[in-house]
Structures are given as C-alpha cells and as structure tokens.
C-alpha cells in the first residue's frame, strides 16, 4: 500500500464538553483521537498485565469546571494516553503524547539532571534510561516523533525487560507510521495550531529557553516554506534532511528567533531543530552556557567557522552545536533528535551545510 495522505484525528469542540477524567479506551480506539502515533505493547514483562489505559483527548484551550487528569501548568487540552502495567509486587506507568511546545530536551525531557545511558531499539530509535523528576526508575524513547516515557512506579523491572517491552510496541493503526511522519510538524502541533500560553522549559544541553508565557510562535503554512527559507538564507535540505516546518518567535522585548524544523526519511523520527538570529537579537545566549544536565563539550572548527559541540553519547549524541558566524551577523543552533542513523558524522555533515 502506498501512503499518500497525513494523518488527520478527531477533537473535542470545545474545552466544556471534555469528559471530567481521561477515558479509559484500548489502543486501538484511542488512536483516532492522537495526533501521534500510539504504541500498543505486545511484549509484556513475565507476570505482569495491562492493568489501565486513559486518553485526555484534545479540545481548544480551556478548563472545565470540575476536571481531573488535566495539566495544572497551561490551559491548554493536548492528547495524552497514559497505561499502567503490572504484577505481584510491581508496576509502572508509560505516558505517550506529542512533546511538541518545544524541541524535546535531549531527547528525554523527563530525565533531566539525571545521567542517562542509551540503548539502541530494534527499530533504530534509541531508549534512554534514568531518573525522572518523581525520582523513580525511568526511560524515555522518542518513536515515529511520539514521546513515551516510563517511571517505575514499584518494584524493581530489569534492563532487558524494558527493552523487550519497548521492542515489542506496535502502532495502533495499520499506516499510522507513515501518515504520522508524513504530515508536518506545525499540522500535528498542539502548540502550533493554538494561540495557547508558552511553557519554558530546557530544550538542548546547551541554555535556550523562551521566558514568555504569552503565545509568541508564528509558523509558516505549508505552501510558503521555500519562500520564508530563501528570505532567512537556510538551506532547504542539509545533509539529506529537507526542511518541512517553519516558525518566527518574538519575545515580549523585540527578540526573534527564526526556527526550522528537519526530517529524514530513511531515519524513523529522526529529526534536526535549526535555530537563527541576529547576533544578539535573540534569546540564544552567546558564549553558550551549559545547561545542567550530564554531557560532553567540545570546540571543534567546521568550515573554518568555530563550533560549540555538546552531546551525551559520542555516536548517537544528542548533538547540540552553536556558534557565531560575526561576518553575515548571525548566530546559530542546531539540535538533534537521537536515532541509530543520526550519528556524529550525519550531524556534522548537515552542520556543515548550514553553516556554508
């Protein structure tokens, strides 16, 4: 079968008439209603059984008087499917959704601070394991452009179980995949599609966060990309990525960032977050300033142009590199998604693109 059309899924109209807790739904239902890609497991650890699975659908932004299960940070309603497996003496908790109000930092968010290890899946996407911010035993995978995240709610799971277990996820739809990727980013966003409060958060190992809370991302409709690239002198295709998203951020004080977003489509999910600005325009600080979670730095000369190169695994990075470029007066930031096939030297490689 040839996959020709995006995905498309259902909403609820209006804030008010979301149900007052996530529903309980199969997979396989709920998969109408996310605007990613749900992973239904077929793998799970000896003894254990899927004991509960909730969606929040999505609606406008909005409260409903009353409702359980919702975000207290943001009025904003975007799709999230939480499970819950277990056995004798214990259990854990696995969230999917699309983390999609900012490029997801270091590709698992909810380790942060914590060092954290890969494990490459048999798909080619990379399962991270730490602490999450509860202070439990966790992993996070980004598949197909969905987040999943898993804390250890009780007892104690081996390595090789939650890599079994995440080995053994299916998608919920039968071309799912492929219409999942096939559909760009700023059409799948929550945050892109609504005038809904920013969330700061860290985006790559190095500093880069927008403060403000008021909506400030103006993305560019499909049939104006190559346009706006040409006029902010990008690149369309950087290493055999192609550019398919687009956005202009403005601060509350005049900053601007200009942010681009990449897919390859032999690399599953694997995705590139360019981010241009004015020297000194924007809210990217120069000199780079490390955030705090566990990596690697580097200065590195590419194209006779001085990078700031940081990362977690030397192979499968993340990378995060900036840099200066003080003729054109522009400074720049470009991240990675992490996957078998976005090494170090694929990464270079559409750095060095950019950077000519």
């Given at each position: 079968?040839?996959?020709?059309e995006?995905?498309?899924?259902?909403?609820?109209?209006?804030?008010g008439?979301?149900?007052?807790?996530?529903?309980?739904?199969?997979?396989?239902?709920?998969?109408?209603?996310?605007?990613?890609?749900?992973?239904?497991?077929?793998?799970?650890?000896?003894?254990?059984?899927?004991?509960?699975?909730?969606?929040?659908k999505?609606?406008?932004?909005?409260?409903?008087?009353?409702?359980?299960?919702?975000?207290?940070?943001?009025?904003?309603?975007?799709?999230?499917?939480?499970?819950?497996i277990?056995?004798?003496?214990?259990?854990?908790?696995?969230?999917?959704?699309?983390?999609?109000?900012?490029?997801?930092?270091?590709?698992?968010?909810?380790?942060?601070?914590?060092?954290?290890?890969?494990?490459?899946?048999?798909?080619?996407?990379?399962?991270?394991?730490?602490?999450?911010?509860?202070?439990?035993?966790?992993?996070?995978?980004?598949?197909?452009?969905?987040?999943?995240?898993?804390?250890?709610?009780?007892?104690?799971?081996?390595?090789?179980?939650?890599?079994?277990?995440?080995?053994?996820?299916?998608?919920?739809?039968?071309?799912?995949?492929?219409r999942?990727?096939?559909?760009?980013?700023?059409?799948?966003?929550?945050?892109?599609?609504?005038?809904?409060?920013?969330?700061?958060?860290?985006?790559?190992?190095?500093?880069?966060?927008?403060?403000?809370?008021?909506?400030?991302g103006?993305?560019?409709?499909?049939?104006?990309?190559?346009?706006?690239?040409?006029?902010?002198?990008?690149?369309?295709?950087?290493?055999?990525?192609?550019?398919?998203?687009?956005?202009?951020?403005?601060?509350?004080?005049?900053?601007?960032?200009?942010?681009?977003?990449?897919?390859?489509?032999?690399i599953?999910?694997?995705?590139?977050?360019?981010?241009?600005?004015?020297?000194?325009?924007?809210?990217?600080?120069?000199?780079?300033?490390?955030?705090?979670?566990?990596a690697?730095?580097?200065?590195?000369?590419?194209?006779?142009?001085?990078?700031?190169?940081?990362y977690?695994?030397?192979?499968?990075?993340?990378?995060?590199?900036?840099?200066?470029d003080?003729?054109?007066?522009?400074?720049?930031?470009?991240?990675?998604?992490?996957?078998?096939?976005?090494?170090?030297?694929?990464?270079?490689?559409?750095?060095?693109?950019?950077?000519?």
């Amino acid at each position: 079968m040839t996959v020709t059309e995006g995905w498309s899924w259902r909403i609820v109209a209006d804030a008010g008439e979301l149900s007052s807790a996530p529903e309980e739904l199969p997979a396989e239902e709920a998969q109408e209603w996310c605007n990613f890609v749900l992973w239904r497991p077929t793998l799970l650890p000896e003894g254990c059984s899927l004991l509960t699975s909730t969606l929040r659908k999505e609606a406008p932004p909005g409260h409903r008087e009353g409702a359980t299960g919702r975000s207290p940070w943001s009025d904003a309603n975007n799709a999230v499917y939480r499970s819950e497996i277990g056995g004798p003496g214990r259990r854990l908790r696995i969230k999917q959704f699309l983390y999609d109000w900012a490029f997801p930092a270091a590709d698992h968010p909810c380790l942060w601070g914590s060092a954290t290890r890969p494990e490459v899946l048999s798909g080619g996407q990379v399962l991270w394991f730490g602490t999450d911010y509860l202070g439990n035993a966790a992993t996070s995978a980004r598949m197909s452009r969905t987040t999943v995240e898993l804390s250890v709610l009780e007892g104690e799971f081996s390595d090789a179980e939650l890599v079994a277990l995440h080995n053994g996820f299916v998608p919920s739809g039968d071309d799912v995949v492929e219409r999942v990727l096939r559909t760009p980013f700023h059409e799948l966003s929550y945050w892109a599609r609504y005038p809904v409060s920013m969330v700061s958060v860290p985006t790559g190992l190095y500093s880069f966060k927008r403060h403000d809370r008021v909506h400030t991302g103006t993305w560019v409709p499909r049939g104006e990309l190559d346009g706006f690239l040409a006029a902010h002198d990008a690149p369309s295709a950087p290493g055999g990525f192609v550019a398919e998203s687009a956005a202009t951020f403005t601060g509350s004080s005049g900053e601007q960032e200009t942010e681009i977003v990449y897919v390859r489509a032999d690399i599953d999910g694997g995705e590139l977050r360019l981010v241009l600005q004015r020297t000194g325009k924007g809210r990217i600080p120069f000199p780079p300033e490390r955030e705090d979670h566990p990596a690697v730095t580097e200065e590195i000369g590419l194209d006779g142009q001085l990078v700031h190169l940081a990362y977690i695994d030397p192979v499968l990075g993340p990378f995060d590199a900036q840099w200066s470029d003080a003729t054109r007066g522009v400074e720049g930031k470009l991240m990675s998604s992490t996957h078998e096939g976005l090494t170090r030297e694929v990464f270079l490689s559409a750095l060095s693109t950019v950077i000519a």
